[in-house]
């Protein structure tokens, strides 16, 4: 008689679900003076906060940043293991995915999807993001389809022909939807950033450094993706690296492989169906 009680229950309440299409958040600390905040304003959103060892802090909001609008469907995951390391995520729209692993101390991750004021038809939601950090004192930031996406704004590292071309794209870049975008950060003082406007945009960004690299000689990847189906994939192994990739268009790609110390890459395609790859190295 339990078991057909339980069973009548249990479809009762999904039948509720169904019709109810509620918020989820889940908040599991353990250690001390961890800091979870979840502010949820939508249908079907779901957040899911683990923070494992002292002085965590962790921020997600769905639908209500810039301002409150009915997201739907979004799904935000945080797992900190380890001490004073932040994470941020911030969802609007509908269908974006954002995932941060922080293992380690003083690391900082923070994803912006679809944060636009009043702007439903521009943005189309389903952009994904994950960022993955183990060491100390790692940085990496991914913007997608929002108002704040960054453009290059420095003549020091693009020229200023370049800086004119970018200062003409639209931002937020509408329509904007299934941007893929993946930050892994293994060692001390990497900063990884990723800011994608369009369709179907895809950036990943690969880091390591050694235990004990000092933020001077950390290294710095920055991806500008603005258009369709542009990819830019950046891999970096020692300490001193920099790269910096800006692409407007649609079908580019940039690929830069660097191993060792101080070396320096900057690319740059406007138009269509570029392709750029850089493979630098010390030698002996």
């Not at 779901?46 to 060892?53: A, F, H, M, T, Y």
């Not at 038809?121 to 960054?150: L, M, P, Y």
């Not at 704004?153 to 200023?160: A, E, L, R």
């Not at 003082?189 to 945009?201: C, I, K």
């Amino acid at each position: 008689m339990k078991k057909v009680i339980l069973s009548i229950s249990a479809m009762l309440f999904v039948g509720a679900m169904s019709f109810a299409q509620g918020n989820i958040s889940n908040a599991n600390q353990v250690g001390n003076s961890n800091a979870a905040l979840v502010d949820q304003f939508g249908n079907v959103n779901s957040s899911d906060i683990d923070q494992i060892g002292n002085s965590n802090k962790s921020d997600v909001f769905q639908g209500r940043k810039p301002s409150n609008f009915n997201a739907v469907n979004n799904k935000a995951e945080v797992m900190q293991n380890g001490n004073s390391n932040t994470a941020f995520v911030s969802q609007s729209n509908k269908n974006n995915e954002a995932y941060q692993t922080q293992t380690g101390d003083n690391n900082s991750a923070t994803i912006w999807q679809d944060q636009i004021v009043g702007a439903p038809a521009a943005t189309q939601g389903s952009d994904w993001g994950k960022q993955v950090q183990t060491g100390k004192s790692n940085k990496a930031t991914i913007d997608q389809g929002t108002s704040g996406n960054e453009r290059p704004t420095s003549s020091s590292v693009f020229s200023p022909a370049q800086i004119a071309a970018v200062a003409l794209v639209p931002v937020p870049v509408s329509p904007n939807t299934l941007n893929k975008a993946l930050q892994t950060q293994t060692g001390d003082s990497n900063t990884a950033y990723a800011s994608q406007g369009g369709e179907r945009n895809s950036s990943t960004q690969t880091q390591t450094s050694p235990a004990g690299t000092s933020l001077a000689n950390g290294n710095l990847s920055n991806h500008y993706q603005y258009g369709k189906d542009n990819k830019a994939t950046n891999t970096q192994n020692g300490t001193k690296l920099t790269n910096n990739t800006l692409q407007i268009g649609e079908s580019n790609m940039a690929t830069v492989s660097q191993t060792g110390s101080m070396h320096q890459s900057i690319n740059y395609s406007q138009g269509n169906l570029n392709s750029i790859s850089v493979t630098q190295n010390n030698g002996m």
